[in-house]
């Protein structure tokens, strides 16, 4: 994790300084720094509410934007989920994705091992404190920070980066395409919908390429023997 801090804090800086900005109550931004600690769903809801969007639009364009922890939660299950649940709410609060694509690179095979618990600790204590250092950083100093220096655009550009290195395949990257696609030709849409229907043109792409992808059946049981 030591390689992806340096780019989490410059993203969680950015939020920050966002959040700084946004005009909300300074306890109110720390909060939801240590509460939600979800980047880009912070960035996505932050106009919103200071606009005085309905409430219902911010947390579903929340629950939209982390919809992909769904997932996440979908493939640690086979690893975590004989622990209590206690415990399992205790890993979804730190759960991120460059975490959980870490974690599935060290332990491709989905079963309990004794060594998959230190590690997940690990990995989520120093992203924990790589976010939430720099973000609660940037709220305290947004005011010395000039709006001139477009560090909304960096955020962007922070997020594309962490969202493309999660594009590992034709699936994917196609799924990410028709969400960018989705993204621009809704732009005009309110409260910033158009994050709505891109993401569920993406979903949607994505399971239509997961059905249509034909499955490789399994070899016979003496394929293999008869090889050998």
């Known amino acids: 994790m030591l390689g992806t801090a340096i780019g989490i804090a410059a993203w969680g800086l950015i939020t920050g300084v966002a959040m700084g900005k946004s005009g909300l109550p300074t306890v109110a931004m720390v909060a939801m720094s240590l509460l939600v600690f979800a980047g880009s769903a912070q960035l996505a809801v932050l106009p919103l509410m200071s606009s005085g969007a309905p409430l219902w639009v911010v947390w579903a364009t929340a629950l939209c934007v982390n919809l992909r922890f769904v997932i996440f939660s979908a493939g640690w299950r086979p690893y975590f989920g004989h622990y209590p649940l206690g415990q ?4 979804a609060y730190l759960t991120a994705d460059l975490n959980y694509v870490l974690f599935m690179r060290r332990f491709p095979e989905p079963k309990p091992a004794p060594e998959q618990l230190p590690y997940f600790w690990g990995g989520v204590a120093c992203n924990w404190f790589a976010w939430q250092v720099p973000a609660i950083t940037g709220i305290f100093l947004a005011d010395a920070v000039p709006v001139h220096w477009g560090f909304g655009f960096a955020g962007t550009l922070a997020l594309l980066g962490v969202g493309l290195s999660l594009v590992s395949d034709r699936a994917t990257s196609v799924a990410a395409g028709v969400a960018a696609c989705a993204a621009v030709a809704a732009y005009a849409l309110p409260f910033k919908l158009n994050i709505v229907v891109a ?3 993406a979903v949607a792409m994505g ?14 049981d003496g394929a293999l023997d008869d090889k050998t």
Request: glycine share 4%; aromatic share 0%; net charge positive.
């Open 207 to 220: 399971l239509l390429i997961d059905h249509g992808t034909p499955r490789r059946a399994p070899p016979p």
């Open 199 to 201: 993401i569920a043109a």
């Open 88 to 91: 399992r709410l205790r890993l």
